[in-house]
């Protein structure tokens, strides 16, 4: 039964990216770097808390460059890995990804009361989907040791960056989608997917699939329970149309102390829009419409 | 203790300010959000500045941009564009000033009457609310819109369906025009050049066609501020308000106060009878409260259920917050082989109206909006999947967002190669599609609203609607030349909000009376786009929620001051006049 506990939370770990983020082939963490967490009291817990802080970080970096790029594809890896690398910048060289994190964890007003169970849902819930994961035992574990790190970050008073459980939600979907994503290049299983398979991962989000509905309600009393999953329709979209927005707008290189433009956009230079930068007005006044000024009943 | 307190300064607060403070009523009038005093020191142009929901200038939230926005919860995948600040949501509206269709007003009987919204119609005909439309329109003041290219290429598209011209404000039948906008039209240089150093006031004069109304009009550069080209309410009654006493004889000018939330409406029982007595609102950590023997509710279709509700005001026919209209918008935009002049002039300057199913508008939009359009959808992604949905009709291939590659070919043939058709519904007022408190944690206002909209569950009439209109825009496209027809079947984007604190004649599905005051407390009014009876019939909100707050601020005049009603027995004001422009000045506004 232990055997078995331990291997569904290896799997579990592993869906959401953690695992393979920590310890995997290029992963960010060694055993050495955790083996003091390992021998720790709880006075000694926070030095196991700060080497797992960037190792989530960098793990949502990797799922949301991943997402960035579906939305606007360009000539950088995660492009190729996607299937669709394209001859012209993207949505890296748009800094679309900084802008998707800065926005989810520093400017989203969504309160630390459902953010810290849902993370913590997704770092701790259920674990065994029934899904084979190929591959999983040539994963490295040392996975007490990653645990206790996790659980004391995700039990510190810490607010929880909300893009570790986003990109959570896109990882653990992404094994559902393909299972062989928990190996490969880049560091997140969502990074990994082909764009068809983003875009089931997709699916999955829009028609909020029991399971992953069952394993974020679990951890709600009524009336949040309905709340929780209605969200995720509701998160599902606006990641799609923020990573858009992101992708096509000004914000990496706007400077806000002088209110300009350090250089022109990468969504600008793709669609033309405004050659020379900002007007005070256009050359593009026509005429009326018939030559009709003026109407009255 | 105030004659009047009006909470929230968006598009319907400010007429009733500006209209009781030309009467000589003691106004005090609060906006949640900031005041945008100085729009050429606090605006630029840029998308993301301006509106990033979550960050920009003009978004829900505090003044204070380093801190987040105001969250709502929303359990479906929809987005509702609400804004705070001095002006609401009229800061970033394109200025359209359609009429609302004879048809969903009481008394109508043309030969399409029963093809409306015929349980909730207004309670009074569309000849009651004629001079109060006229009223607005000489206010604002509303002109024919001027046309740019891509208007001339909607029209081309419209001349194919075999439709006529509308020549008169009031909409009879099916037919295409251009709109009539609450915007300055070109004067001087405007839209006659892109060169900066001509395009200075007053050299040149209204709309500079420059393209940036979704960011707030602050043109042309160096124009007194009522005299910007887009009468969003900070350029027109707001500063009206500011300046009563010196375009109305016994005017007194309004209090504004901004960052101040109000968190509760106070009432009492005054012989028997629930009575508003004045407000609590928030400002930073500090509370404040006044009395007054006037409570007018503003804050729009979302916040006025919200505050009804966290204020513990009775709903004894349990309608606050329901029969909340949207429009149920949709998006379809073309590929041209030719220039269309996307994005410039404003926002929109052409429309087609088509009683009794809804109406058409061209939309110009720079990127990253664009790519924020294109990708907002009720039917998954285009080639991909389709979220049980992804119609097929008059466009290529399946409804669905335009992502990725598709995406990046498209916005790269050229942002002014594009024409965007905006697909405004007739939609029905169901008890459904409501705000009610979340069981989410509150926020420092108190507990926050949840907006539910059941988009899959509308209506036959609503949803048959919206196809015919789609159909009508794809049609239009393809006859203005469109290579490409793409449909998006948007997810809710609740931008035209309406009725969900609805006037009407039934004590059974009505909040408000015919005069504009609550059924369940008396002294408390409602007057903004919240207690419009319906949707419309699909046009453009403002002016018909302006002409109606314009009404009920008689209406206040009469029952609680003992005055006499102007709109028919005076001549509007412009809100242009000079007058205004001097003593703005003076105040260093």
């Known amino acids: ?297 | 203790m105030r004659d009047v307190i009006v909470i929230g300064a968006g598009g319907g607060g400010p007429v009733v300010a500006k209209e009781l403070a030309a009467q000589g009523l003691d106004v005090l009038l609060l906006e949640a959000g900031p005041r945008h005093a100085k729009p050429r020191e606090e605006w630029t142009t840029f998308e993301d500045d301006a509106n990033n929901p979550l960050t920009g200038y003009l978004r829900w939230g505090p003044s204070d941009r380093d801190k987040p926005a105001w969250y709502r919860e929303w359990p479906q995948n929809s987005f509702v564009w609400q804004l705070s600040g001095v002006g609401g949501t009229t800061q970033h509206f394109y200025g359209n000033y359609p009429r609302a269709y004879p048809g969903v007003f009481e008394g109508y009987d043309g030969p399409d009457r029963n093809g409306y919204d015929v349980d909730h119609r207004f309670p009074f005909t569309y000849g009651e609310l004629v001079p109060y439309f006229e009223w607005v329109e000489a206010t604002m003041p509303v002109m024919t819109a001027a046309m740019g290219h891509k208007e001339q290429t909607f029209f081309r598209g419209a001349e194919t369906l075999g439709l006529p011209v509308q020549t008169t404000k009031t909409t009879h039948r099916p037919s295409y025009r251009p709109q009539e906008n609450a915007i300055l039209q070109p004067g001087g240089t405007a839209g006659k050049t892109a060169d900066k150093d001509l395009l200075v006031y007053p050299k040149a004069t209204g709309c500079t066609f420059c393209g940036y109304c979704f960011q707030g009009c602050m043109r042309p550069n160096g124009a007194p501020r009522n005299q910007f080209a887009k009468r969003s309410t900070d350029n027109s009654y707001v500063p009206m308000a500011l300046t009563a006493e010196v375009w109305s004889r016994g005017g007194k000018p309004v209090e504004l106060i901004a960052d101040a939330f109000v968190t509760q409406v106070h009432t009492e029982k005054r012989h028997g009878v629930l009575t508003a007595t004045g407000v609590t609102w928030r400002s930073g950590d500090t509370e404040h409260r006044e009395d007054a023997r006037v409570v007018v509710m503003s804050g729009g279709c979302t916040e006025n259920p919200r505050l009804w509700f966290s204020s513990g005001l009775p709903n004894p026919n349990g309608w606050v917050g329901r029969g909340y209209t949207d429009h149920f918008f949709d998006w379809v935009f073309g590929v041209f082989g030719d220039y269309t002049g996307n994005p410039k002039g404003v926002g929109s300057s052409a429309r087609l109206d088509y009683p009794p199913y809804g109406g058409l508008e061209n939309v110009g939009l720079p990127p990253a909006l664009a790519a924020f359009a294109g990708t907002l959808s009720d039917s998954g992604i285009r080639g991909h999947y389709k979220n049980g949905r992804g119609r097929t009709g008059p466009w290529d291939g399946p409804a669905g967002r335009v992502m990725g590659p598709e995406l990046k070919e498209v916005l790269s043939h050229g942002m002014d190669r594009l024409l965007s058709v905006l697909v405004i519904t007739d939609d029905d007022v169901e008890a459904q599609n409501r705000v009610t408190l979340s069981a989410l944690p509150a926020d420092e206002n108190g507990p926050i609203p949840k907006v539910t909209f059941k988009q899959r569950q509308r209506t036959a009439r609503t949803l048959r609607n919206r196809e015919f209109m789609a159909r009508k825009a794809a049609e239009l496209l393809r006859g203005a030349g469109a290579e490409k027809v793409y449909r998006i079947d948007w997810a809710p984007l609740i931008l035209h909000v309406q009725s969900s604190m609805r006037m009407g004649s039934s004590e059974q599905n009505s909040v408000v009376d015919p005069r504009g005051e609550t059924r369940a407390v008396k002294g408390l009014f409602i007057a903004d786009n919240s207690a419009l009876s319906n949707g419309l019939g699909g046009p453009n909100p403002t002016l018909t929620a302006q002409a109606l707050a314009t009404r009920t601020a008689e209406k206040i005049f009469a029952t609680y001051f003992d005055g006499d009603p102007w709109v028919r027995s005076s001549a509007p004001v412009v809100s242009t006049d000079p007058r205004i422009s001097v003593r703005l000045a003076q105040l260093g506004l």
Do not use: C
């Not at chain 1, 299972?179 to 991962?201: D, I, M, Q, T």
């Not at chain 1, 706007?254 to 209110?259: H, I, P, S």
């Open chain 1, 1 to 297: 039964m232990v055997g078995a506990r331990v291997h569904s939370r290896r799997a579990f770990l592993a869906r959401v990216g953690v695992l393979g983020a920590a310890v995997g082939g290029g992963g960010l963490l060694t055993r050495s770097l955790l083996a003091p967490a390992d021998a720790a009291t709880d006075s000694l817990l926070p030095p196991a808390v700060d080497l797992i802080r960037p190792v989530l970080a960098e793990l949502a970096r990797d799922t949301l460059n991943g997402l960035t790029v579906f939305a606007m594809p360009g000539r950088d890896p995660y492009s190729r890995t996607q299937g669709t690398p394209s001859p012209t910048p993207g949505a890296i060289e748009a800094g679309a990804t900084d802008f998707i994190i800065n926005s989810l964890d520093n400017f989203v007003p969504f309160p630390d009361a459902i953010a810290q169970p849902v993370g913590s849902a997704l770092v701790t819930g259920l674990a065994d989907s029934g899904i084979a994961l190929p591959g999983l035992e040539v994963l490295p574990v040392d996975l007490r040791r990653l645990d206790r790190a996790l659980a004391t970050y995700l039990e510190s008073d810490e607010a929880l960056p909300l893009s570790f459980p986003i990109a959570g939600l896109l990882n653990l979907m992404a094994t559902q989608v393909n299972p062989l994503a928990v190996n490969g290049p880049h560091l997140s299983p969502f990074a990994r997917l082909s764009y068809a398979e983003k875009a089931a991962a997709f699916e999955l989000i829009e028609r909020t699939d029991a399971d992953l509905v069952e394993l974020l309600d679990v951890q709600f009393p009524e009336p949040l329970k309905a709340s929780v999953s209605g969200l995720l329709k509701f998160v599902g979209g606006a990641l799609i149309e923020f990573a858009t927005f992101g992708a096509y707008g000004e914000s990496a290189v706007y400077d806000k102390v002088t209110r300009t433009l350090r250089k022109r956009p990468v969504g600008w230079n793709h669609t033309g829009y405004q050659p020379d930068g900002p007007v005070e007005g256009w050359d593009d006044f026509i005429g009326y419409y018939q030559g009709r000024q003026k109407v009255s009943d």
